[in-house]
């Protein structure tokens, strides 16, 4: 992982802000928590956030760090029920088939999602 990437499920829950992924897409940092459980749960073998804001002045304001993209990896064979979760978080950015690319390191299928 980059210096500035963490892995999304770890991230969040551990993270103080109220709406610390996305704030303009999701309502709480519960909320994504279970978006990032429900791509786990579609055989997402990594999901990671980044990069993440974590300026002094926005933790002391908000509780804590703030990211608005997720870096999901998966098997080629998890393709369609990966696009099928992501396609339920009406992302404003990226998610459609022909965004999913190859890792440089793993080699396998990524996808990453963004919300401005």
Do not use: C
Not at 26 to 31: D, G, I, P
Not at 78 to 104: C, M, N, P, W
């Amino acid at each position: 992982m980059e210096p500035w990437e963490f892995e999304a499920l770890s991230w969040l829950m551990n993270n103080k802000n109220k709406y610390a992924l996305a704030g303009n897409r999701f309502n709480s940092t519960t909320e994504a928590i279970e978006a990032v459980k429900r791509l786990y749960a579609a055989g997402a073998t990594e999901v990671k956030v980044g990069p993440v804001m974590d300026e002094p002045e926005r933790i002391e304001r908000e509780g804590g760090p703030y990211t608005d993209s997720l870096v999901v990896t998966f098997p080629r064979e998890k393709t369609r029920e990966i696009l099928l979760v992501v396609k339920s978080l009406q992302s404003d950015e990226g998610g459609h088939a022909k965004d999913v690319y190859l890792d440089d390191e793993t080699h396998k299928p990524t996808l990453m999602l963004w919300w401005d």
